[in-house]
């Protein structure tokens, strides 16, 4: 168990619509990073949160935002669903430059 | 574009055996992290090993880094039908808030 729990584990959408994730992170961690990974492929990296504040962004578009919260939990919105959008979602939280530890994940299908 | 490759993309032992990952990535590190994914869900946090290290140890596990091959190697010794799973290296890249992923390592652990 790492500490890291992320809600909902799976979700199904209509391409077109919008969708909330969010993430709990671990107690003491004030830096919270989002991954999508498509099947068979390896996590790529969103964007990261740290004290509220973006610090990094991946190659997304703006549909994906985020939101860090005082008690460093963590948001990602995705705006206008793509069928491409269908993946797993990770949320990791940690110090900054130390070990990251990830939660469950929330498993996004878009149709 | 993932900067991490692991080399063998797929890994199939008698329990018992050795199993040998390679990682090898592209630009400066801060530090680089090894994952173990057990299907498709969140990713167990395995080791961290810091640029200016050459070898960590945790358990059965044994990474090493070489930096000017810019490369790592993940050992599982006396391997168990439990870690059956997919392997993942990540680099913290310098001046980069992000982890960033290769494809992974598939490994299988026959009994």
């Known amino acids: 168990e790492t500490g890291v729990t992320q809600s909902p584990t799976h979700l199904i959408k209509t391409r077109g619509q919008q969708v909330t994730l969010r993430c709990s992170s671990q107690s003491g961690h004030n830096t919270v990073s989002w991954y999508q990974q498509a099947l068979g492929q390896g996590p790529q990296f969103i964007f990261q949160?740290?004290?509220?504040?973006?610090?990094g962004r991946g190659n997304f578009p703006p549909r994906f935002s985020g939101l860090q919260f005082p008690n460093y939990s963590s948001e990602l919105n995705v705006n206008a669903l793509e069928l491409d959008d269908s993946a797993l979602y990770l949320c990791a939280s940690s110090l900054v430059w130390t070990e990251a530890f990830f939660g469950q994940g929330t498993r996004l299908t878009v149709v | 574009s993932q900067q991490g490759e692991e080399d063998p993309q797929a890994l199939s032992i008698q329990e018992g055996e050795n199993a040998t990952m390679n990682c090898s990535y592209k630009?400066?590190?801060?530090?680089l992290q090894w994952y173990r994914q057990n299907s498709g869900r969140g990713l167990v946090h395995l080791i961290l090993?810091?640029?200016?290290?050459r070898e960590k140890h945790s358990g059965r596990l044994r990474v090493t880094l070489d930096t000017s091959k810019k490369s790592s190697s993940l050992l599982i010794t006396a391997s168990r039908a439990a870690d059956t799973a997919s392997y993942f290296c990540a680099t913290g890249i310098q001046g980069a808030q992000k982890l960033v992923f290769g494809q992974g390592t598939r490994l299988t652990i026959n009994p």
């Open positions: 630009t400066s590190i801060n530090n």
């Open positions: 090993i810091r640029s200016n290290e």
């Open positions: 949160y740290y004290r509220e504040e973006e610090n």
